[in-house]
């Protein structure tokens, strides 16, 4: 009797030891870490260097996928180039307006809510098959778009998705419709700002362009920096508009990495080259955020240096 | 002179004004489109397309939409969604709570090791993932059931751990520390002083959450292989495939397929705002 009391105070003691309590809470992350991240992890670099159809056993096949990928597969080089020119292009736009659009609306009125709701309520819904589907009818030949046009006595013919020159355009404009999050990230940034460097700058006469490159612009770097990488993953890893809006015709100019990558894993099978392109891609990725990370110390400003 | 100025103000704020109202309804035409040619006539939707004001509106695509394809209606489709999307919810807020706790409050050996291991996973490429796990839930023979869209919610993510660690560290240490005076051991001090202290982020959690899962295209893709299972999401891209004449009746399911989100922005706007924002701390 006396012997069960003092071990149950001692498991309770050890129970409430800081290595075993901080242990019983991080366990649901460490279970998922381990069985869905790291695990996953290894087996896909491991089936990088296989043949894998899913129903036979994983055959070793050394490096044939990246040989096929690199020198075989044409459409893995097209499908890069198009992701590649899909993010150069849409980035920088996208960023540009959700700064421009935060600067506005920092600026605070009576309609300022309904402003940033009419805004932010695209990015909400942008990645929903809805929207796609949406996007798929404005652009149609006989769509809203092209009568619009036709009522400003513009050229209305122009066949949006079956043109290649205009269709990955058309896959942009609605990532850009969806500049509402990253808006609302500068928006927070800028808010931080302490009044008082405005203040002071209006003292010494700074006009608001000044003040935007003196003050805010330096300001919101580390944020800009963060949009920055969130936006470039984000947009290597597109798939929803490439494959609801377009099916990445025509002729394979709205074929995005991802899609590619999808229609050989779950279509052809081919787990094994898909796993070698999904880590080529994860290299391209790293090789990416490492270069703006390279470059951040030239122009992110941090308040407090040595950060 | 004071006069002139003021008048000027007037005139530059109603100019403001004027370009905003135009930008925001620029913004959000394409869903009163939507809305619109749901409820104009097959024949019209494209006929009179430049025009929201349907000629002679009717809400027969919403009967005909509404009953689905495979004979599965889209109420069918509703509850799997509702089913999926709360359950993912509710798991990732359960579980990303106790982690945040854990991370925020207790010092305990490797504490740093695991809480890199986070940050570092949460920059890892979903696309990278999406091979080797579903050949590991092909193996667990999950495919085709609704697990592998809900349970990776129930250990927690990087992102929604982050965000309530942030709210953890508002709350003054003092009150742990009078607790524990009390008796309270760290369990209890979770379970009682901490918990019901951060339900606005847990929302904001669950909220993110929900959302992502209702909008979920690429785990119904991938997962479900039965009709009477599909989710809204991938019903409506089948039902625009099925049904490729009837505009209308898809117009008027990806109307109802935006209802909840539009609810929740209604109902929920300072939590989205809030954890929209707080992403851009963390960087």
């Not at chain 1, 129903?55 to 044409?74: I, Q, R, T």
């Not at chain 1, 998705?161 to 940034?189: C, E, H, N, R, Y």
């Not at chain 1, 229609?263 to 290299?283: D, I, Q, T, V």
């Not at chain 2, 009150?175 to 309270?184: F, K, R, T, V, Y």
Request: proline fraction near 4%.
């Amino acid at each position: 009797m006396a012997k069960h009391a003092v071990q149950g105070r001692s498991l309770r003691e050890r129970m409430n030891h800081p290595n075993v309590v901080g242990y019983v809470f991080i366990l649901p992350f460490i279970t998922g870490l381990l069985v869905f991240t790291v695990i996953p992890f290894f087996t896909s670099l491991y089936l990088a260097f296989t043949e894998y159809n899913i129903l036979s056993p994983a055959k070793w096949v050394g490096l044939k996928n990246f040989h096929k990928m690199f020198f075989e597969d044409k459409l893995f080089w097209t499908s890069f180039w198009v992701t590649f020119k899909f993010a150069l292009i849409q980035v920088p736009i996208k960023l540009t307006v959700s700064l421009l659009v935060a600067l506005i609306l920092s600026k605070t009125t009576r309609l300022t809510g309904y402003y940033r709701a009419a805004f932010y309520i695209p990015s909400l819904m942008g990645s929903s098959v809805a929207i796609a589907l949406l996007w798929k009818q404005l652009f149609a030949f006989n769509g809203v778009i092209n009568q619009v046009l036709g009522l400003l006595g513009l050229p209305d013919n122009q066949r949006w998705l079956g043109d290649p020159k205009t269709a990955l355009g058309v896959l942009i404009s609605l990532g850009v419709w969806q500049f509402g999050s990253s808006m609302l990230i500068f928006l927070a940034a800028i808010k931080n700002i302490p009044a008082s460097f405005h203040e002071a700058a209006i003292v010494d006469g700074a006009g608001p362009v000044r003040r935007f490159f003196a003050i805010t612009l330096p300001m919101i770097t580390p944020i800009l920096f963060f949009n920055l990488i969130n936006q470039v993953i984000g947009s290597f890893q597109a798939f929803n508009s490439s494959y609801l809006i377009t099916g990445g015709k025509p002729l394979n100019t709205t074929l995005y990495y991802g899609v590619h990558l999808y229609n050989r894993a779950f279509n052809h099978y081919e787990m094994g080259y898909g796993s070698a392109m999904a880590w080529f891609m994860l290299l391209v990725i790293a090789a990416f955020t490492a270069l703006i990370f390279r470059s951040s110390s030239a122009w992110v400003y941090y308040e407090s240096e040595g950060r | 002179m004071a006069r002139n100025t003021k008048v000027q103000r007037r005139i530059n704020l109603t100019i403001y004004h004027v370009l905003m109202l135009l930008l925001s309804l620029l913004m959000i035409y394409p869903l009163l489109w939507m809305v619109a040619s749901s409820f104009k006539p097959n024949g019209e939707i494209f006929t009179r397309a430049s025009t929201l004001i349907p000629l002679s509106p009717t809400s027969e695509h919403y009967t005909t939409g509404w009953r689905g394809f495979g004979g599965y209606t889209f109420g069918n489709f509703f509850a799997n969604s509702l089913f999926v999307a709360i359950l993912s919810a509710l798991g990732m807020m359960l579980s990303s709570a106790i982690v945040a706790y854990g991370f925020a409050r207790i010092r305990f050996r490797g504490r740093q090791f695991w809480f890199t291991a986070m940050i570092v996973t949460m920059m890892l490429p979903g696309q990278v993932m999406m091979i080797p796990r579903f050949v590991l839930f092909n193996k667990m023979g999950w495919v085709g059931t609704f697990l592998p869209m809900t349970v990776p919610a129930f250990f927690g993510s990087g992102f929604n751990i982050f965000l309530i660690m942030q709210f953890i560290r508002t709350i003054p240490f003092e009150l742990d520390e009078a607790a524990s005076i009390d008796g309270c051991s760290r369990y209890a001090i979770f379970y009682r002083i901490i918990l019901p202290l951060i339900v606005p982020s847990l929302v904001t959690v669950s909220v993110l959450t929900f959302m992502g899962s209702w909008e979920d295209f690429m785990g119904a893709l991938l997962y479900l292989n039965k009709p009477h299972m599909y989710t809204v999401a991938y019903a409506l891209k089948m039902f625009n495939d099925s049904s490729q004449s009837d505009y209308g009746a898809t117009f008027a399911m990806s109307v109802l397929s935006l209802v909840p989100i539009l609810i929740i922005f209604f109902f929920f706007q300072e939590q989205l705002v809030e954890g929209i924002s707080t992403q851009g701390l963390k960087g």
